[in-house]
């Protein structure tokens, strides 16, 4: 079980604006990079988002990402179709067993 | 051009051994972490554990330490994942991920290889 929440799902017609949010805590979120990934149907996860809120080329400014404390946001505007997917949040956790730790997920649906 | 690919699917029996691969290409092997990632059937995703193939500096997931083995070989630009004994809950697809940076704790995993699906049933 993830240690970082995710809501299940979000939804909004096209050309909205939808956010996802990403809750930790102080071993993980609150003192590391999160990291966001967009997985599209039957593929691979992608890099959306790293270091909280930087894009790596080619990732349009439609996505955009932020932190606060022990919670992170990913937000999306201009929905597209072609941006229904599942969204995964992602940081170290530096607890005693130190490793790497996605969220929940969340499920975007273009209405 | 970065890549990474991976082996193809796998079928098993519980019990049996298996070894799959991740090639990378398109940067210096040796100076980048790789990760193993699971994504079992229609959940998300789980960090395994990660390599840096420059000295075989393994650190795994303390859900799946001694349930796995992560590897190197430098030479051959090539990760492995691999099990002694596979259980029927191991099926999902696994890939393999770039860490992207030199700074540790790894931040993210900027390079994803296309997954391989392992199906483990008798």
């Known amino acids: 079980q993830s240690v970082l929440t995710q809501p299940p799902s979000v939804s909004a017609a096209p050309g909205q604006k939808v956010t996802i949010s990403c809750s930790g805590s102080?071993?993980?979120?609150?003192?590391?990079?999160v990291s966001w990934y967009q997985q599209l149907p039957g593929t691979a996860p992608k890099l959306l988002i790293y270091?909280?809120?930087k894009r790596p080329s080619g990732i349009p400014d439609r996505f955009s990402g932020s932190k606060s404390g022990t919670s992170a946001t990913l937000g999306i505007t201009g929905l597209q179709t072609g941006d229904e997917a599942d969204y995964y949040c992602g940081t170290w956790d530096s607890s005693l067993s130190a490793f790497y730790v996605f969220g929940t997920g969340t499920k975007v649906t273009v209405l | 051009e970065v890549q990474l690919v991976q082996s193809g699917a796998e079928v098993k029996k519980p019990g049996e051994s298996l070894k799959i691969s991740c090639k990378g290409s398109?940067?210096?092997?040796?100076?980048?972490?790789i990760s193993w990632v699971r994504q079992m059937p229609g959940k998300g995703l789980e960090w395994m554990g990660i390599i840096y193939p420059g000295d075989s500096d393994t650190r795994y997931s303390p859900s799946f330490q001694g349930q796995v083995t992560i590897s190197a070989d430098k030479s051959i630009n090539t990760a492995y994942l691999q099990w002694s004994s596979l259980k029927a809950s191991d099926t999902a697809t696994y890939y393999c991920?770039?860490?992207?940076?030199?700074?540790?704790?790894?931040?993210?995993?900027?390079?994803w290889g296309q997954g391989t699906l392992v199906t483990v049933s008798s």
């Open positions: 102080s071993s993980n979120i609150g003192n590391n990079y």
């Open positions: 991920a770039r860490y992207g940076d030199y700074f540790w704790p790894p931040t993210s995993f900027d390079y």
């Open positions: 270091d909280n809120n």
């Open positions: 398109g940067y210096s092997f040796t100076n980048y972490w």
